[in-house]
């Protein structure tokens, strides 16, 4: 089974887009991809400085551009990818990337929440001076304890030994000069403490901006930071997302799902190398690559073609839509209750005019997942009335 990963903000290096620039269409994409989020991504991935592309209202955007583009180097025709790619994750802001390459949000829509994202974490870090800090190797136990004496926050637990604390500058010092026993602490290159308490402002403004954005059910397995558990609804993606920048991420824990679930094969897409490292630590027998550059395209589809599997919702949609076929009242004629099961062909409402009345039929059955209109609402001809899981997912 293959794996497909997008890693975090931190991943970024100066000049690590210029070698993809010389593939077709690459360059254009990115240009469109950077006039959505109104940044100029192509300039900041090639010749930005460190110090620039560090602001993480500039980090995150070059981030999910740049995997959702690079990811059509592998996968040229998208519908192609979910034949062979079983699960996929992204770190922190990857998630945005994984999102997007699942099919439960556009990338103009990635583009445009990633914007809004990096804005308001930037905005939210600057109230407070806080970062964060890699700490290497220790009791995991051990380390957490002594966090919780410095009042700082194990905001990413990454497994093999590797937990970043995240606070203030005054706690990652007192950490640095007091590390946990058989540990070292390294500073890390970001703008704030992120997945903390000090992000809670922008969970508010991407909760409001996610009431703007449609979603559809991911197309292939999909885990959360939060837990490591494999989430299909895009509603409840969605809503992960916006919680996440001030929840701690558990790629320790989507490691170990990806194990679960037999992955045999993992590229992680650019600015690659983090979780790669992390894999080979963490997932041992799995076959890792980094994709860093166009050099690395070659052994990616030879990965692919080796380790690929189909997604298991492949060949059917994750719900339909019953559309009203005429202008009029509707009466439903089944549960509104989520969850009912529909056996096959259903008429499952009735609309009626002044002179008749048109039955609404659900030719292939399904489960009740939410009725869109209220029974004895006004409706139009095309408008979605309900939305069913397919008999062959409920």
Request: aromatic share 4%.
């Amino acid at each position: 089974m293959l794996a497909i990963v997008a890693p975090g903000q931190g991943s970024q290096v100066p000049g690590f887009l210029a070698p993809w620039l010389e593939l077709p269409h690459f360059e254009d994409r990115m240009r469109w991809l950077g006039t959505v989020s109104g940044i100029d991504l192509v300039a900041h991935g090639t010749t930005s400085d460190e110090e620039t592309i560090k602001d993480t209202a500039v980090a995150q955007p070059l981030i999910v551009a740049s995997g959702m583009v690079s990811l059509l180097s592998l996968f040229p025709h998208p519908g192609e990818a979910y034949a062979k790619v079983g699960v996929g994750a992204g770190h922190s802001v990857g998630e945005i990337t994984a999102a997007a390459a699942a099919n439960v949000i556009s990338g103009e829509q990635a583009m445009v929440f990633v914007r809004e994202r990096g804005l308001a974490m930037a905005k939210a870090a600057a109230t407070t001076p806080t970062g964060m800090s890699a700490v290497l190797g220790g009791d995991r136990d051990v380390v957490i304890a002594k966090l919780i004496q410095h009042g700082l926050t194990a905001a990413n637990e990454n497994g093999s030994g590797q937990i970043v604390a995240a606070g203030t500058m005054e706690q990652l010092a007192a950490l640095e000069a007091d590390a946990p026993e058989g540990s070292r602490v390294r500073p890390l290159t970001v703008a704030g403490a992120f997945h903390t308490q000090h992000m809670a402002p922008a969970v508010g403004i991407l909760a409001q901006h996610a009431k703007s954005i449609s979603t559809h059910d991911a197309r292939s397995r999909l885990l959360s930071n939060a837990d490591g558990t494999v989430v299909h609804d895009g509603r409840e993606i969605l809503k992960r997302l916006v919680t996440q920048v001030s929840n701690p991420v558990r790629w320790d824990l989507c490691m170990q799902t990806m194990m679960d679930l037999g992955v045999t094969g993992l590229i992680e897409l650019p600015p690659a190398g983090t979780l790669v490292g992390l894999a080979k630590r963490a997932m041992p027998g799995v076959e890792t690559l980094a994709l860093k550059t166009p050099d690395d395209i070659p052994a990616a589809l030879d990965l692919i073609a080796r380790h690929g599997t189909p997604s298991p919702v492949t060949d059917s949609p994750t719900w339909r839509l019953v559309v009203a076929p005429f202008k009029g009242i509707i009466e439903f004629n089944v549960s509104e209750e989520p969850g009912t099961v529909l056996d096959g062909a259903t008429n499952v409402a009735t609309i009626r005019t002044l002179r008749d009345e048109y039955p609404v039929e659900a030719p292939h059955g399904g489960t009740i997942v939410e009725w869109l209109v209220t029974d004895g609402d006004p409706v139009n001809p095309g408008q979605p009335l309900l939305r069913l899981h397919p008999k062959s997912n409920a």
